[in-house]
């Protein structure tokens, strides 16, 4: 089950800023986990894109960047490339499901380079 | 080269059973928890078990408790997901998933193994 809520889709012209919202509550983002989003090429593996809410693994480009505020967190793509054409998944780590703890993951939001 | 090869997917029918499993090399087998997480065809990503370095500590989502059992074997740095009693909604692309333990996030994925439920 899905409890972060993400923007199905977004999209941007070449060279435009977009961002992706990931929306919690007090029991995963609200309650201090850090946030972590994933990059989804169309037919791969998930990759990862940001760790710990703002840190980007090596070889990620600095166009990609994230925030977390709250109960929220999101990714921003500025100077957005062709290549940036993915589905994008937010995670947290969530303390209230089941008992114990579990990895949560955000709907998903699919990005259109127009 | 640091990678997770999945196998053990196919096409069983409602009410069968299924073992996955995932050979890790690169990396330090025994110094990680792994997880696996699957994505149903269309749809978004769902974590579905995880277990620590030495075995003490598993878990599972309710979708799949009582009914699949995560294992490892850190001589053959490989790990398994034994799964029964399989249903239509099991049906998905199943990742293997290495995790960073301090940050609670899932730095190395696999390229997934297509388990498909129908009859």
């Known amino acids: 089950q899905s409890v972060l809520t993400q923007p199905p889709s977004v999209s941007g012209a070449p060279g435009q800023r977009v961002t992706i919202s990931c929306t919690g509550s007090?029991?995963?983002?609200?309650?201090?986990?850090?946030v972590h989003w994933y990059q989804q090429l169309p037919g791969t593996a998930p990759k990862l894109l940001i760790y710990e809410n703002i840190n980007r693994p090596s070889g990620v480009p600095d166009r990609f960047s994230g925030s977390k505020s709250g109960t929220s967190a999101s990714l921003a793509i500025t100077g957005l490339q062709a290549e940036d054409e993915a589905d994008y998944y937010c995670q947290s780590y969530d303390s209230s499901l089941s008992g114990s703890g579990i990895y949560v993951f955000g709907t998903g939001t699919k990005v259109t380079v127009l | 080269e640091v990678q997770l090869v999945e196998s053990g997917g196919g096409l069983v029918q409602p009410g069968r059973s299924l073992r996955l499993s995932c050979a890790a090399s690169?990396?330090?087998?025994?110094?990680?928890?792994m997880n696996w997480v699957r994505q149903a065809p269309g749809k978004g990503l769902e974590w579905v078990s995880g277990?620590?370095?030495?075995?003490?500590?598993?878990g599972y989502a309710d979708s799949v408790k009582g009914r699949f059992t995560i294992s490892r074997d850190n001589a053959k740095n490989s790990l398994y997901l034994q799964m029964n009693s399989l249903r239509a909604e099991d049906t998905a692309l199943y990742y293997c998933a290495k995790l960073i333990g301090q940050g609670w996030y899932f730095d190395l994925w696999g390229r997934g193994t297509l388990v498909t439920v129908s009859s």
């Open positions: 007090s029991s995963n983002i609200g309650a201090g986990y850090d």
């Open positions: 277990i620590s370095r030495n075995s003490g500590n598993i």
């Open positions: 690169g990396f330090n087998f025994d110094d990680y928890a």
